[in-house]
């Protein structure tokens, strides 16, 4: 049997934090979405942005793997913390943010982002992805039962069944490159 949390890092601020094990498939979602945006930031800063090669590795993340994980937040996630008072206006912030993410993957699927539209992308998302982790995650851990965290577990592995388990690999446009 599995802990019932988990250590997990990998959000930037160097802290171990406790990941319940039934929201840790969406962690490691978000691992890999970070991962994407700090990739995006050096290639920005170092002045090394292939406009079409990021815009479409943004689209092959949304498409194998973003999209589902949405739908699952918005369909199990979001209302189960939603009962919980303290939380409701935090999922409400997390629910506008959604948007104006899908407003992003659109605009990188029709290649309409330029560099400052990418930057604009990866400090939203990362924005996003932290809060979740760190507000949402972190309330529901310390409001809901082991119990009511099992039950959502399991409708989140069924909604997430549909996700590709393949990586999405960096082109040689978008592969991190030492820092010189």
Not at 130 to 152: I, N, P, V, W, Y
Request: one cysteine or more.
């Amino acid at each position: 049997m599995f802990p019932r949390s988990l250590p997990l890092r990998g959000l930037g601020d160097n802290s171990l934090m406790l990941r319940d094990k039934n929201l840790i498939p969406l962690s490691h979602q978000h691992q890999h979405a970070l991962a994407l945006c700090v990739r995006l930031d050096r290639a920005i800063q170092a002045g090394e942005v292939d406009l079409e090669a990021w815009q479409a590795e943004i689209q092959q993340l949304f498409e194998q793997e973003i999209t589902i994980h949405s739908a699952a937040e918005e369909k199990e996630l979001f209302p189960a913390a939603a009962r919980l008072t303290e939380l409701r206006s935090l999922v409400q912030e997390l629910k506008a943010e959604h948007t104006a993410l899908r407003d992003f993957f659109s605009r990188a699927t029709g290649r309409t982002l330029d560099a400052a539209g990418l930057r604009a992308f990866a400090e939203t998302l990362s924005a996003h992805i932290r809060k979740e982790e760190r507000q949402l995650f972190e309330g529901m851990q310390s409001r809901m039962t082991s119990e009511e965290l099992a039950d959502l577990g399991t409708a989140l592995d069924r909604e997430l069944a549909q996700a590709s388990d393949t990586c999405v690999l960096p082109t040689p446009a978008t592969r991190m490159r030492p820092k010189r």
